[in-house]
């Protein structure tokens, strides 16, 4: 032990691993200590030598070596093999006359006799010292070395098992599995038989061969077995699919061996193919692991046996004789063939004739991989018909899924089937997991593991495949003796209708195979694709897995020659490849053991199966014929678990009365020098009396006619301890097994138990059965771990009680519940009556396992207190985990980690103890208490908490004769009354304690979600203990007390349950909420929190809820029958009502974005038009609504029309002043009534055409007015008529004279007076952010809780955002931050500083960045209400003033709510002094004040919000100026285009630009460049450029700032050639400045021009930037009207 002190380390390593070596079985016998510097971990047995594994990895040998040159004369004491120093072995194999070595890095190391290859190393008969043989695996590219996990020896041959499972083997012999006949094979080779399946342990006899093989718990076929041969599993019939027909054959030759009981062909299912083991009756049925009682394995009935018929023959504990008839003439010319004693196989004809057919067979396998690789398992293929029926046989079938309705569908996977009634009695127990199970068993098995409260065993189930185990620390044993299956290979999908386990079943199934199909394809391409590449890491974590709960799941293979019976096949004819021992596949051997001549089985039920040579008693049994597997009969309470086997002799290691190991001998006495006897031997185990006084024994082994056994002295308790654990849980798996096999078995398979136990009661039964098999299955799997963990590790670390609690935990919580519900329904009363039919009136079998002498005990309640049996073994574990960590310093890991684990357990008995009393008062409760009304209440899981029957409780203002019983259970609360009840479900029911002047202090006011009242207790004692019992009933219900999973002693749980709780409710009473089911949140019964509501017409709402409405954010779909689709709303609600922004989707199509108020819109909306509510029109509307429908102003594009109305509405029609432009250039603006074009208006047509006068429908004249044409002629008069046909005009025309032509131009001034003002637009926008500032009016509010109304909003909206289903993510790391940054009030005292204000003008800049925030969202609502004014149809150069006035009106607007926001913010113009410790050196932010001549900042609208929003609406904006300079824009540019063709000189000549301004020379590159008559676009060329740059900035202030920039660059060319003291006069100016306006080639400088003027801070107008625009403007005109014809 590490754990040991320093000092006591030489005294401990002579106390454990200790060697005893003896012979024979004579009472004289005393064993000899053979002691060593190191512990010893491992021994190996030869003839006449042996090897030894001790601590620190150093190998020993000792005996006769005649290997050794030096040492070949006489027998030696240990000797060790140096030449393995420093290679640290883990694992020791010895044979007859050689030895073979395991290192750690998965190498193999032989030496000894070579004679026959043995050792593998070629040219050497012997072999002096350990000698590294390479094995390397030639079909994977590139070939790599295998990693070699355990090595075994023969007589003349030697197996490896790989890391991958597979097994390689070399030497000379059938033994050796390999298809050759050229002896002896040096090369190890790998026995392609095995590949495919997963080999956990091998094991090598004289001249036969052992290999423990993982048996898959995958479902089997369940076809009559008449139709497959008894001995190698195929189909008899084989058939070859052809295009148009199927070729169906019967020669069928089984190459595997011979079938030993007679089959005739005419035989249907009622006598099938009986297997070749022995018959015996059903005394003692089978017992495995791998069974179970849950529908999900065995809904469908399957023996290990063939046989079919009513006549079920399962196996007996200790097989009878066996018939030896033959099966066919073919078969006993087999067994008759003449065959000479040197040569152990059949004749050379034969082996051809039989290599021919296993190479047929491996076509056959070939196909199943190939050919089923996207189909179903071979297994499955039942029947040609129908591939999901199965034969018509004697099999149970599972019930037909449409007689399940919906709520025994889930229960069909917790229970097990019921089998049909011509079912046979041992249909649901009989056949490992999975076997002969439907595809329609799987697919309910499959919807049981969604289940996570209804729990079974299943072949995907954790604890059968080890797929829920977590990774284990790597290197912590020593990979060798696999017992449980490759976790790669398991966790594949196997729960499905199609389950198909293409790589590994099919290779694992060879003797089930389909019939022979052509294929070329090889039979591991599939297995070797896969599973090719594993590293050495691999194997070691799935090692650890495999040690801590190993599979039960085996079978045993053998090979070679069998002349002694020893390969357990019923005969003695050898074999040539590797052949499943059929009447060992469902004992769950967990190790193998081969003697010289006979082999050994030990099974997880601590029982012993022998078989082979039986002539010195060696066998344990005196049963014939010894060819097949035989149980050695031990006494009552000896229980197996290791064993070893010699040349003539068989040792066996046990647990006994006490936990210390006790030794047995069966074999050859071997007899000293002074004994006269000769030949003696026992037949039955005999007990060594020497084994108690050499301390705990680990191991045996055994050789020739020597035994080993590794023993260990009880140092601190630790060992003995260790070895009680072991053997306790041992014993306990054998009382388990007891129970299944010889209760639950005849109980299930009795056919009156329905009768009696009825529906409910008989699938709580089968529950039960199905969970109590997990539990045995995981106790199984423990036991063999912990035998396991004795004989190598020992680090507590690795305990699977510890390391995998969980599982243990889980599994005993799982096994309780179903056995609680089932004594809550009276089950066990009702199964007194099956059982004493069964097992006999006294129930003395019951009375037997309990193991208690208890006297007038009642029948059901032995039955109750045997199946809660199981559950006492938890304080087992408590005990034995404390009495283990006393042997460890409490300051150490392994201490902590046993105390915890002690704790766990403690717990966890206490719990289910305290469930067991639960379930037996609520048995009695219902016992007294049975009635039909009351009947309807009782379910299985239902619990009694406390009853009134005593008038402890009593409802307020009951009647004199009512009668009120209140009952608690653990989920509800009942209210009895006469013959009616109410049930009050715990999750939501609230209870507080109530007292006035009327009832006093003994009330209690119980709330539910659609009633409150009140109850009045006896007495202060009785209020106190209703209101903790209610509390603490809910407590549970919740999930939040100690039944929830938190397991804990210390007792402090909470006093009262939670206000605020999840929970489910469908609500019954009249109302809204009628028959709706709300999921969610709850504050004392009423919905509060987030939660979904839905309602029986379809109707869902999901999103908050407030004091039981919606409230908050939610969505809301509601059913339109007439659309067939559904309306859905997203967004924010206020008392049970749509209030706020949100968005509806119609289903006609249409869909609204906007405010709501009352379930109506109102407010600013935006509504678009969809197909199904109008297939021929399309529109969009947006603007104001007030109460559903649009009043006041908003835009309407009838997209449809092509025409766009933007005016004042009232009562959803068109009232008031508006504007209708169309796509065909029609303007018109005017008053409108009544939908409709109606009073005075102004009409323009795109050529400038006019009519201003009155209208009575849309485009329809009626009245006075004005037609002004564009030549300045005009009528006035009367019109009538449409505008586009025929007028009728009664007026005067008017001719003006040739001098009067200017008047036209006074036409467009008239634009914009029948407009809406701008300042009346969008007031429902700008309402609603003040809103959400906290303001009822504009400017009206408290600054402080409009900030606090910001940080709100921006903290709800992150949360939206992170917990959108729909858009998750949708807020970057960026935007996050500017979030957290916005939510900082910026702070400032008294008047705004120049620094203030900087921070002022960047928290508006970020604040307009984000939506959230409501600038930004005013923001981002102005803008998209400015484009959809002014895009499309509304880009009509006639909206340019307005769409002017409308951003002037915007930055009045916004202005002032900055200035609420920040108080301190001068009047729009103010001016803010720059501090002395600034510079105001951006010209465009900071000016001069000119009466002062002071430095600071001028504040506006302009300046501080137009660099946000003018950006935003610039595209729109811009069309419409260079719409309206069109003209004008095509003169300039023809001028531009003309005067640019010209060189510079040329150009500055014709301009007037005097000579000395003109460049000499230019710098290229930085080379200077004289300036030549035709240069061109070099002079000035950088203020050309510069002045380029207008075009690509958005603000009046940015192309400012590019006018300015380019004078100064222009100034400073000049200067270059005049002198820096160079001042300029606007003579000298303006012609290099129209210079250089012509070379910049702006395409629409008027309109960027316009732009400027029109949006310029009127502070910058009088100064030097306005005089400087007032020179570009100038030469804007001049270029107009210059005269280029001189060119």
């Not at 469902?586 to 199966?609: D, P, R």
């Not at 109590?772 to 590790?793: E, I, N, P, Y």
């Not at 009680?801 to 009363?829: C, H, W």
């Not at 409230?1111 to 997203?1130: I, S």
Request: charged share 20%; with cysteine.
């Amino acid at each position: 032990m590490e754990g040991q002190k320093s000092a006591e380390e030489e005294e401990a390593s002579h106390k454990r691993g200790v060697l005893h070596k003896w012979q024979g079985y004579s009472c004289t016998v005393n064993p000899e200590k053979v002691l060593l510097p190191r512990p010893v971990l491992q021994a190996a047995l030869g003839i006449n030598h042996g090897v030894l594994l001790t601590d620190g990895g150093l190998v020993y040998s000792f005996g006769e070596l005649p290997w050794k040159q030096d040492l070949r004369s006489q027998a030696v004491e240990p000797v060790l093999e140096s030449s393995l120093n420093g290679q640290r072995v883990v694992h020791v194999s010895a044979g007859s006359f050689h030895c073979g070595a395991i290192t750690e890095d998965g190498g193999v190391h032989m030496w000894g006799e070579n004679s026959h290859g043995q050792c593998g190393v070629s040219g050497l008969n012997l072999v002096p010292n350990p000698t590294r043989v390479s094995i390397v695996d030639d079909e994977t590219g590139p070939p790599e070395l295998v990693w070699i996990l355990d090595v075994a020896c023969g007589a003349q041959h030697t197996l490896a098992l790989s890391g991958k499972h597979e097994v390689w083997a070399w030497g000379t012999g059938c033994q050796l599995g390999l298809v050759t006949n050229v002896f002896p094979v040096w090369k190890p080779q790998k026995v392609e038989h095995l590949s495919g399946r997963y080999v956990v342990q091998i094991a090598c006899g004289g001249f036969h061969s052992l290999a423990l093989v993982r048996s898959l718990p995958s479902p089997e076929s369940c076809q009559s077995c008449m139709d497959k041969c008894g001995q190698c599993q195929q189909l008899r019939y084989t058939m070859i699919d052809k295009d148009d027909h199927v070729i169906i054959s019967d020669n069928h030759y089984c190459p595997l061996g011979v079938e030993l009981t007679d089959v005739k062909q005419g035989q249907k299912s009622k006598q099938g193919s009986p297997a070749q083991t022995p018959k015996t009756d059903l005394s003692e049925p089978d017992l495995g692991f791998s069974e179970d009682f849950c529908p999900s394995q065995k809904a469908l009935d399957g023996s290990y046996q063939d046989d079919t018929g009513t006549k079920r023959e399962d196996f007996h504990s200790e097989p009878s004789s066996v018939s030896m008839t033959d099966s066919s003439e073919a078969a006993q010319q087999h067994l008759t063939r003449p065959r000479t004693k040197s040569f152990p196989y059949p004749n050379e004809q034969a082996l051809k004739d039989y290599l021919r057919r296993m190479s047929d067979q491996s076509a056959s396998e070939h196909f199943e991989a190939v050919s089923l690789a996207g189909s179903r398992p071979p297994s499955r293929q039942t029947s040609l018909k129908d591939p999901y029926r199965l034969d018509q046989s004697d099999k149970p079938t599972f019930p037909a899924l449409g007689t399940l309705d919906g709520s025994s569908s889930i229960e069909l996977s917790d229970f097990a089937p019921v089998t049909s009634p011509d079912s046979s009695p041992h249909s649901i127990l009989s056949s490992p997991v999975g076997h002969c199970a439907s595809p329609m068993v799987d697919s309910v098995c499959d919807y049981s593991h969604e289940d996570s409260d209804n729990k079974v065993v299943s072949p995907t189930d954790p604890l059968t495949s080890n797929g829920s185990e977590d990774t284990c620390d790597t290197g912590l044993v020593t990979a060798r003796n696999r017992l449980s299956p490759d976790e790669s290979l398991e966790t594949k999908n196997s729960a499905s209708l199609i389950d198909v386990r293409i790589d590994f079943t099919e290779e694992r199934s060879r003797r089930r195979s389909l019939p022979t199909l052509l294929t070329q394809v090889s039979p591991l391409v599939l297995h070797r694709a896969n599973y090719s590449k594993k590293g050495a890491s691999t194997t070691s974590d799935n090692s650890e897995k495999e040690n801590l709960l190993p599979s039960l799941f085996t079978e045993v293979w053998s090979w070679g020659r069998g002349q002694e019976g020893q390969l357990g096949h019923g005969d003695i004819l050898p074999r040539l490849q590797p052949l499943c021992i059929k009447s060992l596949s469902k004992k769950e051997v967990v190790k193998i053991i081969a003697g010289s001549n006979h082999s050994l089985a030990i099974t997880a039920q601590c029982q012993v199966y022998s078989w082979g040579s039986n002539k010195f008693g060696q066998l344990g049994h005196m049963n014939s014929p010894s060819t097949v597997p035989h149980l050695v009969k031990m006494s009552d309470g000896i229980r197996v678990w290791d064993a070893a086997g010699g040349q003539t002799h068989t040792v066996l290691l046990a647990d006994g009365d006490c936990f210390q190991p006790i030794l047995y001998y069966t074999g050859e006495q071997i007899q000293t020098q002074n004994d006269s006897q000769a030949g003696t031997y026992t037949q039955t185990p005999a007990l060594l009396p020497f084994c108690m006084n050499i301390g705990y024994v680990s191991s045996v082994f055994a050789g020739g006619v020597s035994c080993v056994a590794l023993a260990d002295q009880n140092v601190m308790g630790f060992i003995a301890t260790l070895h009680e654990l072991a053997s306790a849980e041992r014993k306990f798996y054998c009382s388990l097994s007891k129970l299944k096999s010889q209760i639950l078995r005849p109980l299930l398979a009795q056919g009156s138990v329905r009768s009696y136990l009825g529906q409910t009661s008989m699938r709580l039964f089968q529950k039960m059965a199905g969970c109590f098999s997990r539990l045995c299955h995981l106790t199984g799997q423990h036991a063999t771990s912990l035998t396991h963990f004795l004989q190598h590790s020992r680090d507590v670390k690795t305990l699977a009680i510890l390391r995998k609690a969980a599982i243990f935990l889980e599994t005993y919580k799982d096994y309780s519940s179903p056995v609680g519900n089932f004594l809550v329904m009276g089950g066990f009363q009702a199964l007194v009556k099956p059982s004493q039919e069964c097992l006999g009136r006294k129930l003395e079998l019951v009375q037997k396992l309990l193991e208690r002498k208890e006297k007038n005990v009642s029948p059901s309640d032995l039955l109750l207190n045997l199946f809660y049996m199981p559950l006492q073994h938890l304080h087992d574990y408590g005990r034995l985990l404390l009495k283990l960590a006393t042997c460890f310093d409490v300051t150490s890991v392994e201490y902590q980690r046993i105390q915890d684990g002690c704790l766990q357990y403690e717990v966890l008995a206490h719990l289910l103890s305290k469930q067991r009393k639960e379930a037996e008062s609520t048995h009695a409760f219902w016992k007294n208490f049975s009635g039909k009304s009351l009947e309807s209440l009782r379910k299985p899981s239902r619990r009694l908490v406390c009853e009134s029957g005593n008038k402890g409780l009593t409802l307020q203002n009951a009647g004199r004769f009512s009668v009120n019983w209140f009952i608690l259970f653990n989920d509800a609360l009942v209210h009895a009354q006469f013959s009616s009840h109410f049930v009050y479900s715990l999750a939501t029911l609230w209870v507080e304690p109530f007292s006035d002047e009327n009832i006093g202090l003994l009330g209690l006011k119980l709330t539910t979600p659609e009633e409150s009242f009140m109850v009045l207790a006896s007495s202060p004692e009785e209020k106190g203990k209703w209101l903790r019992a209610i509390n603490q009933a809910v407590d549970d219900a919740l999930g939040i007390g100690l039944d929830g999973g938190d397991m804990s002693l210390s007792g402090n749980q909470r006093v009262e349950p939670p206000i605020s709780r999840t929970a489910t409710h469908t609500f019954t009473k009249e109302g809204r909420l009628k028959d709706a089911a709300y999921s969610g949140r709850w504050v004392s019964g009423k919905p509060h929190g987030k939660g979904t509501l839905k309602w029986p017409d379809g109707r869902v709402y999901c999103g908050t809820f407030k004091n039981g409405l919606e409230d908050g954010f939610g969505d809301y779909m509601m059913p339109n029958k007439t659309f067939n689709k559904y309306d859905r709303y997203k967004g924010h609600w206020k008392e049970g009502k749509m209030n706020g922004f949100g968005t509806y989707w119609y289903a006609t199509g249409e869909v609204y974005e906007g405010s709501f108020q009352d379930n109506q819109r109102h407010g600013h909306g935006m509504l678009s038009s969809g197909r199904l509510a109008s297939p021929s029109s399309s529109s969009v509307f947006i603007g104001h609504w007030l109460h559903d429908k649009r009043n006041g102003y908003g835009v309407f594009d009838d997209i449809t029309k092509g025409e766009k109305y933007m005016g004042m509405w009232v009562e959803d029609q068109r009232q008031g002043s508006g504007v209708v432009v169309t796509q065909f250039g029609l303007y018109y603006e005017g008053a409108f009534s009544n939908n409709k074009m109606m009073g005075n208006g102004l009409l323009l047509c795109d050529d400038d055409t006019a009519f201003e006068g009155e209208f009575s429908e849309d485009w329809m004249l009626n009245g006075k007015g004005v037609l002004s044409m564009p030549n300045g002629d005009s009528f006035d008069g009367i019109f009538v008529g449409e505008w586009g046909s025929e007028l009728k005009v009664a007026g005067t025309f008017i001719k003006p004279c040739l001098y009067e032509s200017e008047k036209r131009e006074n036409i467009p001034s008239v634009v914009g007076r029948y407009v809406v003002p701008a300042e009346q637009k969008w007031k429902a926008v700008f309402k609603e952010c003040w809103s959400r500032l906290g303001c009822e009016t504009p400017g009206q509010g408290e600054n402080e809780r409009a900030w606090e109304n910001i940080a709100i909003i921006l903290t709800t909206s992150r949360r939206q955002q992170r917990e959108s289903v729909l858009s998750p993510g949708t807020l970057s790391r960026s935007q996050c931050k500017m979030l957290e940054s916005l939510e900082v009030i910026p702070q400032h005292i008294g008047p705004v500083t120049a620094e203030a204000y900087d921070s002022i003008r960047r928290y508006i800049i970020k604040s307009c960045d984000t939506p959230l925030h409501p600038l930004g969202w005013l923001l981002e609502t102005l803008v998209t209400v400015y484009r959809m004014t002014y895009v499309g149809v509304g880009s009509n150069r006639r909206l340019l003033q307005q769409a002017v006035q409308e951003i002037q009106s915007y930055l009045k607007r916004i202005f002032q709510l900055v200035r609420f926001l920040f108080p301190g913010l001068p009047e729009d113009g103010g001016f803010i002094s720059e501090s002395s410790g600034r510079r105001a050196s951006d010209s465009l932010c900071s000016s001069i004040n000119s009466d002062t001549a002071q430095l600071g900042w001028i504040v506006s609208s302009s300046s501080l919000l137009l660099p946000v929003l003018l950006p935003r609406l610039y595209p729109p904006l811009f069309m419409l100026y260079t719409l309206e300079r069109e003209r004008e824009e095509e003169v300039y540019w023809d001028c531009v285009l003309r005067l640019n063709k010209q060189p510079d000189l040329s150009l500055l000549t014709f301009l007037g630009v005097p000579q000395k301004f003109w460049p000499v020379s230019i710098s290229v590159l930085g080379e200077k460049k004289e300036v030549l008559p035709n240069t061109k676009d070099a002079c000035f060329a950088t203020a050309v450029e510069t002045l380029q740059q207008i075009s690509t900035t958005f603000t009046p202030a940015d192309k400012l700032q590019v006018i300015q920039l380019t004078f100064e660059d222009v100034t400073q060319d000049v200067q270059v050639v005049l002198g820096q003291d160079f001042l300029w006069c606007m003579d000298d100016l303006f012609p290099i400045f129209l210079y250089i306006v012509l070379r910049a080639r702006i395409r629409n400088l008027g309109s960027e021009v316009s732009l400027i003027e029109d949006l310029m801070d009127p502070a910058l107008q009088h100064g030097e930037l306005g005089l400087m625009f007032t020179t570009l403007k100038a030469c804007y005109y001049q270029i107009q009207n210059e005269k280029t014809t001189g060119f």
